[in-house]
């Protein structure tokens, strides 16, 4: 997960203004968030929480603190998961495990789980995702597709014209069953056929679980996390800067690489709750010291810091005034850079 | 009984319900009723919880089971879609677990792979319902709450009956009170009474129509043949006695006759001296046309004003004759509903002398 310039920013000031601080600011600042997995009992919330864990994301135990929800449950919408989510502190990503069950008629399951996804989405507002959470750790566990099982999907391609199971041992058959389950062996047979071979078929199965999506919703949803906790980093810096040697911590707080990575973060968290259109806001690092490239668009900067102004004074929600301040904050900083400023 | 026994089937959203009700109902036939949703007043013999095999039951799907057997011991637990859920198995347990006393069996009603797995639910079904049948004939049917449950169904079918009826008296009303503006609106000079009489036509006619449908749709709403309820109700007061009667608008005849003369002369005096200063060696001829045309001028204004005022006042009175039909046909309507509702608390002997005793 990619957590903004501003990390490498403050590990640069840490170096540049030999505070202890910041340096303690940058670890805070680097340190992944943390996701929380809660959900309807048995719906997979321990093999959703195997999932993203194999994934690099950093899982917090049932009850602890984090950063970043993600609530699994099947099928549908009960009555007590609309509640939870209601109810949700956290930025949450609703995530419809056993989507590879949702159905074998039609464009298969998972269509069906993503159409049925986009339903509850707009009836709830969370983001909501379809999962196939056996596949994703079929995906990213070499434990599962091991050579037994990769035989065992050979041997039942081999018997193509009437495959037999009958021929695999009922403890090979089982574990099939188990760990790839009735669209997993399907697609899995279909794939061997081809002629793929296991990091092939670990790529399909990624592919087809649709956990690249989950994470990608989470590290959206994150933005608000990440922009909090760079608020929170940067406020007591400010009290440092009126203190005896605070002109240089002033002087990094006002700098460049700072304003412009509070644009940025603001820029994902109104991107993230579809208050702007993504791509809206271009990526702003400029190396320090460099003209940018001239894009043609003369003061689009300047344009777009007056109409984000012109939203923070809107009635909006009191963080999302606050992004907006931010990138105006930013886009004047780019104007003048780019040396249009009178 | 001779009723054929209803089989409730329920459960919370996409577990597959409608599924079940229907391969149930192809499975037993024409004998037994399968629905998915209870009418006013209807109670079934048995309830079939549908829950999906996808998960343990929720809270939520818990408090529905709850509701739909509050009145009722008999219910069958089916865990569905067991083609697609490998671990239908441990769900049924779990489920089991929380609802011990239940019968639990796995179902595929409209199963996406293998065959349609429903014996062991239509088994269960009838098994559950002969036990039914046997303990109730064993401690004979419990009279008072057969008894409850008839007066729930009688007077969830008056209610319905009465809700159905009022919207149907208001719409003839309003509709009623729709065509009498129109038709006041252009009604010509002279033609206040003739639009009164028809007014009063149109009204007879409606409250007939009205009655009529009283007298087909009662019956067969509460289940009775149709007629001879409505001996034993009062007499409704007469439709006339709702109907104003129109009076045509007096007081502003006066100003109005004032006002167009003050006009009229003002009409004649201003053209009169335009032409007598144009044309002055016609003066007695302008003289004579302008008194002429001003007389004229001040009937037709007087009178344009009569008619105008005689359609305000139809207007106001077109509604008014609407309310007064609305009215006559609320009481026509309660009038029948009470002789409706005793008719029938005396045919299934619930009726309030009954419970005295």
């Known amino acids: 997960m990619d957590d903004g310039p501003l990390t490498a920013v403050l590990a640069a000031g840490a170096a540049a203004l030999d505070e202890p601080a910041l340096s303690r600011l940058s670890a805070d600042l680097i340190a992944p968030l943390r996701v929380g997995v809660c959900g309807r009992p048995g719906a997979g919330r321990a093999a959703v929480r195997r999932v993203l864990l194999s994934a ?12 970043v929800g993600v609530y699994v449950f099947t099928e549908s919408l009960t009555r007590d998961d609309r509640a939870a989510l209601a109810e949700a502190r956290l930025p949450t990503v ?16 998972m269509a069906i789980a993503a159409a049925r996804c986009r339903e509850l989405q707009s009836s709830t507002g969370v983001p909501t995702r379809p999962l196939a959470a056996l596949l994703a750790v079929a995906a990213s566990d070499p434990a ?13 391609k081999e ?33 061997v056929s081809d002629g793929a071979d296991p990091a092939a078929l670990a790529a399909l199965f990624r592919q087809l679980s649709g956990v690249n999506a989950v994470i990608a919703e989470i590290d959206r949803v994150g933005a608000l996390p990440r922009y909090r906790r760079l608020v929170d980093a940067l406020a007591p810096l400010v009290g440092q800067s009126v203190g005896p040697d605070g002109a240089r911590v002033a002087e990094f707080l006002a700098g460049d690489a700072v304003v412009l990575a509070r644009r940025a973060a603001a820029a994902d968290v109104l991107t993230a709750a579809g208050e702007i259109p993504a791509g809206e806001i271009p990526a702003g690092e400029i ?19 007056i109409s984000f102004q012109r939203y923070a004074r809107g009635p909006v929600a009191v963080l999302h005034r606050a992004c907006g301040a931010d990138i105006v904050r930013g886009e004047l900083r780019l104007w003048r850079r780019a040396a249009r400023c009178p | ?33 399968v629905v998915e949703y209870l009418g006013p007043g209807e109670r079934s013999a048995i309830v079939v919880f549908v829950s999906s095999a996808a998960a343990p039951m929720a809270d939520a799907d818990a408090a529905l089971l709850d509701d739909a057997a509050a009145d009722t011991d008999a219910v069958v637990g089916a865990v569905s879609k067991i083609d697609v859920h490998r671990t239908w198995p441990q769900v049924l347990e779990a489920n089991r677990n929380r609802y011990p006393h239940l019968a639990w069996v796995g179902v595929a009603a409209d199963p996406q792979i293998g065959a349609v797995r429903l014996d062991r639910l239509a088994g269960a079904v009838l098994a559950t319902l002969a036990l039914c049948g046997r303990e ?19 007077r969830s079918q008056i209610q319905q009956a009465r809700v159905h009826l009022a919207g149907q008296a208001r719409s003839l009303s309003v509709s009623l009170r729709g065509e009498l503006r129109h038709e006041a609106a252009g009604v010509p000079r002279g033609g206040v009474d003739a639009f009164c009489s028809r007014a009063h036509r149109r009204s007879t006619q409606v409250a007939a129509e009205f009655d009529a449908t009283l007298s087909t749709a009662l019956p067969r709403l509460v289940g009775l043949p149709a007629g001879p309820f409505s001996a034993s109700a009062p007499p409704c007061p007469a439709l006339e006695s709702y109907l104003p009667r129109f009076d045509r608008p007096r007081s502003d005849d006066r ?70 039909l609305r009215a006559a046909l609320d009481d026509q309507l309660v009038i029948q509903l009470l002789a409706a509702e005793t008719a029938l608390a005396a045919r299934s002997g619930i009726g309030p002398s009954r419970d005295r005793t």
């Open chain 1, 56 to 67: 690099g994301l950093v899982v917090t135990a049932p009850g602890v603190a984090a950063d």
């Open chain 1, 94 to 109: 609703a995530v419809l495990n056993k989507a590879d069950l949702a159905g074998f008629r039609g464009d298969g399951p």
């Open chain 1, 144 to 156: 599962v597709l091991d050579p037994e099982l990769i035989g065992a999907l050979q041997q039942l």
């Open chain 1, 159 to 191: 018997g193509s014209a009437g495959v037999n199971p009958a021929t695999l041992s009922l403890r090979i058959r089982r574990r099939l069953l188990a760990e790839l389950d009735l669209f997993g062996i399907a697609n899995a047979v279909a794939a």
């Open chain 1, 287 to 305: 190396p320090a010291g460099e003209i940018p490239h001239d894009s043609g668009e003369p003061d689009t900067a300047l344009r777009r810091a």
């Open chain 2, 1 to 33: 009984m001779s009723e054929r026994p209803t089989i409730l089937v329920t459960g919370p959203a996409l577990a597959g319900v409608t599924a079940v009700a229907h391969a149930l109902q192809v499975r037993l036939g024409p004998g037994y009723r």
């Open chain 2, 136 to 154: 109730r004939s064993r401690g004979g049917e419990p009279a008072p709450r057969s008894r409850a449950a008839r007066t729930l169904l009688l």
């Open chain 2, 255 to 324: 100003l109005a006759v004032l006002l167009s003369v003050g006009f009229g002369l003002g009409v004649t005096f201003t053209v009169g001296r335009s032409l007598a200063y144009l044309v002055p060696a016609w003066w007695p001829a302008v003289v004579a046309g302008c008194i002429a045309a001003g007389t004229g001028l001040i009937v037709w204004v007087v009178r344009t004003r009569s008619l105008l005022a005689e359609r305000a006042a139809l207007d106001r009175w077109s509604a008014e004759l609407a309310a007064g």
